[in-house]
Nanobody, 126 residues
Framework: VQLQASGGGLVQAGGSLRLFCAAS????????IAWFRQAPGKEREGVSC????????YYADSVEGRFTISRDNAKKTVYLQMNDLKPEDTAAYFC????????????????????WGQGTQVTVSS
C-alpha cells in the first residue's frame, strides 16, 4: 500500500504547478484523498480534499480559488492544480487517504486516515 506525491518544484510567484498523488495497493474509489502541506517551523495545514463516494471537494481558505483538486480513479491518481502561486505556498506537500473530509477553522481535515505518502517540495520565489 503506497501513496506517492510528485510534481513539486521551483516556480516564480504567479506561476503554476500540478501535483500528483499516485495510489497503489488499494482501491482509490472508496477513499477520500487530501493534500496537506508543511513549511519549516509551521504546523501542518490541510489544503484540499476530494471525497471518493460523491466527488465532493474541499479547500482551505488560503488556497480557495487558486488550487483545484481532481481525481482519476481509473488511473489511481489525485491531482492538485496550483495556480497563482505565492511565496507563502512554499512547503512540502503530501497526500493522505481516509474516510471523509471536513473543513474546520478554515483548513481541511481528513478523518479515519489510513495511508500517508511521502512529500514533494514546492518552492515559490518572489
Amino acid at each position: 500500500v503506497q501513496l506517492q506525491a510528485s510534481g513539486g518544484g521551483l516556480v516564480q510567484a504567479g506561476g503554476s504547478l500540478r501535483l500528483f498523488c499516485a495510489a497503489s495497493g488499494f482501491t482509490l474509489d472508496y477513499y477520500a484523498i487530501a493534500w496537506f502541506r508543511q513549511a519549516p517551523g509551521k504546523e501542518r495545514e490541510g489544503v484540499s480534499c476530494t471525497v471518493g463516494s460523491d466527488g465532493s471537494t474541499y479547500y482551505a481558505d488560503s488556497v480557495e480559488g487558486r488550487f483545484t483538486i481532481s481525481r482519476d480513479n481509473a488511473k489511481k491518481t489525485v491531482y492538485l492544480q496550483m495556480n497563482d502561486l505565492k511565496p507563502e505556498d512554499t512547503a512540502a506537500y503530501f497526500c493522505a487517504a481516509g474516510a471523509f473530509c471536513t473543513v474546520l477553522y478554515s483548513t481541511v481535515r481528513i478523518h479515519d486516515d489510513e495511508y500517508w505518502g511521502q512529500g514533494t517540495q514546492v518552492t515559490v520565489s518572489s
